[in-house]
C-alpha cells in the first residue's frame, strides 16, 4: 500500500505534462524494439544466450531429510 506522500508523488506526475510525454516517448520506444515475430524474439533468445555462461550441472547429490510436496 502507498503511503499518502507516495500516493500524492504519483498524482503530480501523472499531471505533469512532461512527465507524461517522458512517459509515452518510453512506452513507444519499448513497443518500437519489441520482437515483431516469434522467429524474431527467438532470434534475441539465442543472442543473448551467446552472452551468458553456459550453466554448469552440479554432480553433488543433495542430502534431504524432511521433504514435503
Do not use: G, H, W
Request: charged residues 30%; glycine residues 0%; proline residues 3%.
Amino acid at each position: 500500500m502507498l503511503n499518502t506522500l507516495e500516493k500524492k508523488e504519483m498524482l503530480s506526475d501523472a499531471f505533469n505534462q512532461l512527465r507524461r510525454r517522458a512517459f509515452k516517448e518510453a512506452e513507444r520506444l519499448v513497443k518500437a524494439s519489441f520482437p515483431k515475430s516469434l522467429d524474431e524474439y527467438i532470434r534475441f533468445l539465442m543472442a543473448v544466450q551467446k552472452i551468458s555462461s553456459p550453466l554448469v550441472c552440479s554432480q553433488k547429490k543433495t542430502i534431504t531429510k524432511f521433504n514435503k510436496l
